[in-house]
């Protein structure tokens, strides 16, 4: 590897880290780099998520504000996210990657139109919560299943994997864009972690890769939590769903 081509990856892992702590889709931005730069593609893949896991974290402390009084939650749909990621990466290591390839598309498109239609469906959402008798006001019980099964696909590839994760989650729980983008984070540095840990010991990592993305990432994160966490949520809506179709049209390419 040439010292430019080390220049490249970090810059690469810097944009995916602000990326993924703003919307979740940085691996866009690595994935397709490590693949030009002639690393092969499952090198590529469980690197890339590996070396994306200190960008997580990062953007995670970043947002630990908007996670204020979200603790029980994040931790119950902490557990969903560990057990998909760990599912997840044990399916990138045991099946063909066009088994769960085809379905990408699918999950991305789903996670795109979640996020456009989220504010009409939450109105709807409250106005049949107040006209129950119940003053209480939970989050619906098909998020954490949902959130488990996001976690599947991040711990098998993550590409726009924030994407599903805030259309799930601006649906089915009762809280502003930027306290669920916390959540988000937090998620998908579960499912990058618990995935991570495997393919440590399973996996065929290049390690220099891994250095530079990390680095990168972690810089990246701290961009992010920057400036995400001052975009105003229509803002923040309409940079999820521009990266969504991105990363749409770049898969079906």
Do not use: C, H
């Not at 090198?43 to 504000?65: H, I, K, M, Q």
């Not at 085809?102 to 107040?130: D, F, H, M, Y």
């Not at 099964?149 to 864009?177: C, D, H, K, R, S």
Request: no cysteine; glycine share 14%.
């Amino acid at each position: 590897m040439t010292v430019w081509e080390a220049v490249l990856i970090a810059l690469a892992g810097v944009g995916a880290g602000t990326i993924n702590t703003i919307v979740g889709s940085g691996t866009l931005i690595t994935f397709p780099t490590l693949l030009a730069l002639g690393v092969p593609p499952v090198t590529a893949n469980v690197s890339n998520n590996l070396g994306l896991v200190p960008g997580s974290l990062t953007g995670a402390w970043g947002y630990r504000r908007e996670l204020r009084g979200q603790s029980t939650r994040v931790l119950r749909l902490l557990v969903a996210s560990l057990i998909g990621g760990a599912v997840g990466a044990v399916l990138l290591l045991t099946l063909p990657s066009s088994a769960f390839e085809t379905i990408v598309p699918v999950l991305i498109g789903l996670g795109v139109l979640l996020v456009i239609v989220q504010p009409a469906l939450s109105r709807r959402v409250a106005t049949r919560r107040e006209a129950r008798e119940s003053a209480e006001v939970r989050d619906a019980g098909w998020v954490w299943p949902l959130v488990g099964l996001t976690g599947v696909y991040g711990g098998y590839f993550g590409a726009a994997q924030g994407v599903l994760l805030m259309g799930v989650l601006g649906i089915g729980v009762p809280e502003p864009l930027q306290r669920l983008n916390a959540v988000k984070n937090v998620l998908a540095a579960g499912v990058n972690s618990v995935a991570g840990v495997l393919f440590i010991f399973v996996a065929d990592l290049d390690w220099l890769v891994v250095a530079l993305i990390g680095v990168g990432s972690v810089v990246g994160g701290l961009i992010g939590s920057t400036v995400g966490r001052r975009l105003p949520a229509p803002v923040l809506r309409g940079v999820i769903v521009v990266v969504g179709v991105v990363a749409l049209v770049a898969l079906l390419r």
